[in-house]
T-cell receptor, first 113, second 114 residues
Framework: EPEVTQTPSHQVTQMGQEVILRCVPISNHLYFYWYRQILGQKVEFLVSFYNNEISEKSEIFDDQFSVERPDGSNFTLKIRSTKLEDSAMYFC???????????FGPGTRLTVL | AQSVTQPDIHITVSEGASLELRCNYSYGATPYLFWYVQSPGQGLQLLLKYFSGDTLVQGIKGFEAEFKRSQSSFNLRKPSVHWSDAAEYFCAVGARQAGTALIFGKGTTLSVSS
């Protein structure tokens, strides 16, 4: 069964550093999402991406965040200058229309020191 | 405002007993509804979904959920809980439109006692 994959599984970084989280969507999926889950809290939407542009973003997704699909396969989330409060599990999700079921990757745990 | 409420933060159930996890939503239109399960340190696995049609939906691992439009609820049930069901359960809603995000509840942690 096709799966969404994410790398790395765990990333430790120093505050102020840039990080790039990578996701490989299921091959025929067209819609891509990033969510995050701060430890012990609920899953929160960050951004959705379709047809090479952002469809929707939350207030969490400020200028420090960016997304792109650089090579037509990977879907990346970049945090330019990480803060302590960016420490969270980041989930990539993808879906194929017309089905509105999102498939989630296993997540990347980001730890900012 | 759009929201999902899971009133129970933590539930403990004896193995073999029945389970019901509550989910209420507030949404502007008829939503798509989902239940996801998350084991410690793992990602989110879809248990079941409701798009349309029969309001009682069956999912994996013996779970079912019933959509009640009048109550804006989508409660998850299982007739007999197994120890391996111990996990965190999230209810989520989404719009019937392409590209829109899921809105998650805060989750219910299920513990199973022997």
């Amino acid at each position: 069964e096709p799966e969404v994959t994410q790398t790395p599984s765990h990333q430790v970084t120093q505050m102020g550093q840039e990080v790039i989280l990578r996701c490989v969507p299921i091959s025929n999926h067209l819609y891509f999402y990033w969510y995050r889950q701060i430890l012990g809290q609920k899953v929160e939407f960050l951004v959705s991406f379709y047809n090479n542009e952002i469809s929707e973003k939350s207030e969490i997704f400020d200028d420090q965040f960016s997304v792109e699909r650089p090579d037509g396969s990977n879907f990346t989330l970049k945090i330019r200058s990480t803060k302590l409060e960016d420490s969270a599990m980041y989930f990539c999700a993808t879906k194929r229309e017309p089905y509105n079921e999102q498939f989630f990757g296993p997540g990347t745990r980001l730890t900012v020191l | 405002a759009q929201s999902v409420t899971q009133p129970d933060i933590h539930i403990t159930v004896s193995e073999g007993a029945s389970l019901e996890l509550r989910c209420n939503y507030s949404y502007g239109a008829t939503p798509y509804l989902f239940w996801y399960v998350q084991s410690p340190g793992q990602g989110l696995q879809l248990l079941l979904k409701y798009f349309s049609g029969d309001t009682l939906v069956q999912g994996i691992k013996g779970f079912e959920a019933e959509f009640k439009r009048s109550q804006s609820s989508f409660n998850l049930r299982k007739p007999s809980v197994h120890w391996s069901d111990a996990a965190e359960y999230f209810c989520a809603v989404g719009a019937r439109q392409a590209g829109t995000a899921l809105i998650f509840g805060k989750g219910t942690t299920l513990s199973v006692s022997s």
